[in-house]
T-cell receptor, first 114, second 114 residues
């Protein structure tokens, strides 16, 4: 049973460019959340998708957008990249109606903006 | 979610018990206490959670104070593989249709000495 997978593993982009990160949830999971983790800090919630809709959003600008597909996989898009967007981007999945709502995290995508 | 306070770092010797404290004086009656840990170069992983009673699982034990304003994660025999950042997180009841985002603080960095 594959856990949460993310691609790519690493990415280097230039300021002003756009980037798309991908996530496949754990088998059987229907909800995907995205987090940003700056170096030395805890992850910060970006948004959550369920039934192909954004259900909750953290304190991130509109440059951050996402999508969930019918197979529950998800994409995170960031436009007009800033140097401060350099971080580890984590995807987590869970079953929304699950008893514990335990979230399973992927290994993350390391984004470097130069 | 209510705020939690954890020490920045702790040290332990291999094969000795470790007690990781967490203060959450503003916890509400519907808040569950969750613990996640993040091993180096990995995404966070669920460790344990509880509401009022002490809890045990294969990874750890969770001791919750009677007034619920503090809790302690107990690793019974620390191994080198337990070196990680441990996050104490408060979350409202599962099945919260408003979403179930995790609010991470800085966590406690546990160092295990051989």
């Amino acid at each position: 049973d594959a856990g949460v997978t993310q691609s790519p593993t690493h990415l280097i982009k230039t300021r002003g460019q756009q980037v798309t990160l991908r996530c496949s949830p754990k088998s059987g999971h229907d909800t995907v959340s995205w987090y940003q983790q700056a170096l030395g800090q805890g992850p910060q919630f970006i948004f959550q998708y369920y039934e192909e809709e954004e259900r909750q959003r953290g304190n991130f600008p509109d440059r951050f957008s996402g999508h969930q597909f019918p197979n529950y996989s998800s994409e995170l898009n960031v436009n007009a990249l800033l140097l401060g967007d350099s971080a580890l981007y984590l995807c987590a999945s869970n079953i929304l109606s699950g008893r514990t709502n335990e979230q399973y995290f992927g290994p993350g995508t390391r984004l470097t903006v130069t | 979610d209510a705020k939690t306070t954890q020490p920045n770092s702790m040290e332990s010797n291999e094969e000795e018990p470790v007690h990781l404290p967490c203060n959450h004086s503003t916890i509400s009656g519907t808040d569950y206490i969750h613990w996640y840990r993040q091993l180096p170069s990995q995404g966070p992983e669920y460790v344990i959670h509880g509401l009022t009673s002490n809890v045990n699982n294969r990874m750890a034990s969770l001791a919750i104070a009677e007034d619920r304003k503090s809790s302690t994660l107990i690793l019974h025999r620390a191994t080198l593989r337990d070196a990680a950042v441990y996050y104490c997180i408060l979350r409202t009841l599962p099945n919260n249709n408003a979403g179930n985002m995790l609010t991470f603080g800085g966590g406690t960095r546990l160092m295990v000495k051989p």
